[in-house]
């Protein structure tokens, strides 16, 4: 079975300050993908990242990083210099061997204060 | 580019009246994907449909029953509605065999009162 756990239910940071929020991943399968969504305040789901399973280089896109490590089975993600623009409920994801549903963790709701 | 569309964007309606949800895919992606986020939730998978027929069925109630036509938008049929429906309905597209991404749409706010 799969799981998702985001420990952090809450976080809340200052303007400019870097952030990671946690992602820890259980699966029996050899394949599988995570991905990170966003969901502001106005509701939708953005779509962030997705890595495999067999590619545990971490990623870097402007402000954000993703830090995937199989041996611990975590997919964190860090924002730095964080802004205002990135508060919202972020959610961690995977879709695991044939399966074609996501499972979700419960999410993380960042606040950037000004 | 062209993302995943749904209508209504919010919808009301009263306990054990029906609802109907409309979701166009994007275009060429061949999976359709309906998740049910309720308050303070994060989505649950209700059901798939890859090539208009039905893939995978999760936690949707026998109340509640979709399809996917021949255009591939998906239809989600809600009846006897119940307060406990109130929640916000994704759907989301892929393409199966491309790179597994499941993009969602804007999704449809449906309270029952």
Redesign the interface.
């Known amino acids: 079975a799969q799981k998702v756990t985001q420990a952090q239910t809450e976080i809340s940071v200052v303007e400019k300050e870097d952030v990671t929020l946690d992602c820890v991943y259980e699966t029996r399968d050899t394949t599988y993908?995570l991905?990170w969504?966003k969901q502001p305040p106005s509701?939708?789901?953005?779509?962030l990242i997705?890595r495999n399973s067999f590619d545990e280089q971490n990623e870097i896109s402007g402000r954000y990083s993703w830090n995937f490590q199989k041996s611990t089975s975590s997919f964190n993600f860090t924002i730095t210099a964080s802004q205002v623009v990135d508060s919202a409920v972020y959610?961690c994801a995977q879709?695991s061997g044939s399966?074609?549903?996501?499972?979700?963790?419960?999410?993380t709701q960042l606040t950037v204060l000004p | 580019a062209a993302g995943v569309i749904q209508s209504p964007r919010h919808l009301i309606k009263e306990k054990r009246e029906t609802a109907t949800l409309k979701c166009y895919p994007i275009p060429r992606h061949d999976?359709v994907?309906w998740?049910q986020q309720g308050p303070g939730?994060?989505?649950?998978?209700l059901i798939?449909f890859?090539e208009k027929m039905q893939?995978?069925k999760?936690s949707i109630p026998d109340r509640f029953s979709a399809q996917q036509f021949s255009d591939y938008h998906s239809e989600l049929n809600m009846s006897s509605l119940e307060l406990g429906d109130s929640a916000?309905y994704?759907c989301?597209s892929s393409f199966?065999m491309g790179?597994?991404?499941?993009?969602?749409?804007?999704?449809t706010?449906l309270t029952v009162t």
């Open positions: 993908y991905f969504y509701g939708e789901l953005v779509f997705r959610f879709l399966a074609r549903q996501l499972t979700f963790g419960s999410g | 999976t994907y998740y939730q994060d989505p649950q998978f798939s890859y893939s995978d999760g916000l994704f989301a199966l790179s597994r991404e499941q993009y969602f749409g804007p999704g706010r």
